[in-house]
């Protein structure tokens, strides 16, 4: 009771952080896309130079 407005602050920090997390969720897909065709050319780029 006697630190009320650290209270209010830690609440808006965790606010933050969940609307950041939903944020990160909704571009997730299109992460995951890029990183698989990315990750694909590495691999064959590795695939190549050991030939």
Known sequence: MEN???WIELDGILRSFDQTMS???KHRPQ???AWEI???QDAGIARSKKA
Do not use: M
């Open 23 to 25: 944020d990160i969720g």
């Open 31 to 33: 992460f995951d896309s």
């Open 4 to 6: 009320q407005d650290l």
């Open 38 to 40: 990315l990750s694909g």
